[in-house]
């Protein structure tokens, strides 16, 4: 860990553009991860997460742009970059004619700094200890799913890339997934990439959201902010009176709706002054209701409810 | 480097196909000794029938009788070309023996294992080599494990040669193992024995006749080595081949699939071969290197030892190169 700066991202994706058959894939993508953050990658399917993804781990080269992990090129230094980076491409597909010990045995040869200590302690953190020795092929899903966790963190990766990590696992599994990802982050300082389709998953673990739609990634924001501002629509008697005072005091746009209905994106913490100026003015509120504040609003307001290409 | 090797051996082992490989070698070779022993009781009993007891109990008689029956053979207006300048080498080749007093008829357990090899270099052991080479990428590719593979700070270059690096050395297992196999059965019909027995070797053919002039004699046991290492230079180059096209193709039935009629069409293109020079480039026609030195292939003119060694290293090394170039290009999509 000599040499990292918390200011510096682990990962970061410059102007990537592919084309797979004459069809856009990815369109002028850019991202950065930093250590300690769980960056959550939010998409459709077929929205080009998995190519993202794909394109990270060096699987598949971008026909622009340029990934850098760790400060390595991923292009011209290929070596030195991967070893930073553990991941689960799509499916946790292993190999199911050896066992879960010999699946990780042979992906620690790969490597020269994993010990046989170390694949048992992972093999404990992700609950498979008792069935470690048996074949592969006789495993749940959800069990070849912590066994690809498994293979992914055991080289202490500085990069941990978790595609769809939740598919398969049962509710007290994603749960301790939770756990996990949180304490590689937070306490082992790891840069922790999660796609998803799951936009309730995505909000609850990650800082960080990048949402992506047909190849473009349209919005990246800190989850922290979102929900600060709501859409609220307003029943009134004197709707014009509504707008006029919605503009002049706080330059809110606002815009009329039905014949006694005004509806304006504020800032959460305002409603409450702007209810008590409305009656003060004299307007005469019937209800009001707030709209949003979730990450599926911005989601499906962001991508026009996207449909799965 | 070592260590991504071994990881391909144990995989190749866990996946049992080498076992089935090396059982298919045992069933066919007890056969094949089988059906020697008792094809040789039959001429025996034949001439018995037509030159007497004493007269077939003496070698040299029953190859004499042999080249009388050829010589009748030759004389028929209806056998073809083809055939006419096999048999013709075939009888100048036994009469070579006659006069230097080497026994061509009774079967020694060294001999079957000479003739095993001789008979299964262009057609049997290539397959079982398409067996194992066949899914070694394609395999991967189908169980999208090719992934692990490439995700871990080791170029991909090496990856694919730990796995040709196996493939090389699993191939030589199967020939060593065909060689002790054949060794151990073999024995229980025929004997032991006939390790020393003189082989001749370095026959020639020029104008369709057989050229005598630069013939050895050489012990079984070398002549036995000579052979066994040409088929596993052989098998190299089919498993070489084999081991592209499952970096090209994405599915190990269509690997196997292709690699299966090309050795088909191998021994189908060989009645072409006299009249029609092209297909003599290909590598499936150039296979029975042992036939060179035995001296029972059919005479072909422009085709002998060095032109089929080179056609088959051609062969080899540009698939090499493919096999390299495209794995370390292509996207991995699985």
Redesign the interface.
Known sequence: MVGVFMNEPVLQLTNIYKKIKGKDILRDVNLSVYPSEIFGFLGANGAGKTTTIRIIAGLIKPDLGKVTIGGFSLDSDFVRAMSQVGCIIESPDMYKFLTGMENLQQLAAMSSRITQDRIDEVVELVGLQHRIEDKVDTYSLGMKQRLGIAQAIMGRPRLLILDEPANGLDPAGIAELRQLIRRLAYDEGMAVFVSSHILAEVQQICDTVAIISRGVILNTLKVKEIGKDVMVEWQVDKPSLAMELLKERWDIAAEQTGKNRVRAVIERVMAEDINQAFIAEGIRLAYCEAHGGTLEDLFLNLTGGDEIV | MY??V??EV??ML???RLYIVLGILLVMISAFAYGQYHSLDRTREQLTRRIGMTEAGDWRKIAEQQIIDMKSRLDSPYINEQNRSTTRVRMEQLQYYLDNNINPVDISGARFTTRFIEQSIYLFLPLLMILLAADMVSGELA???I?????????RWKVLLSKYLALLLLELNVVFFTLLISVAVSGIFFGYGGWTEPVATGFQVAAGQLVTSSVVNVPQWQYLLMVYGLAYFVMVVVGTVSFMISVLVKSTAASIGIMLSTLVSGSFLNSFLADWTLPRYLFMVNMRLTDYISGSLRPIEGMNMTFSLTVLAVWMAAAIVVSFWYFS?R???V
């Open positions: 260590r991504l071994q990881n144990v995989k866990k996946k049992k169980g999208g494990t992934k692990l593979l490439l995700v871990r700070g080791v170029p290009k996207d991995i999509l």
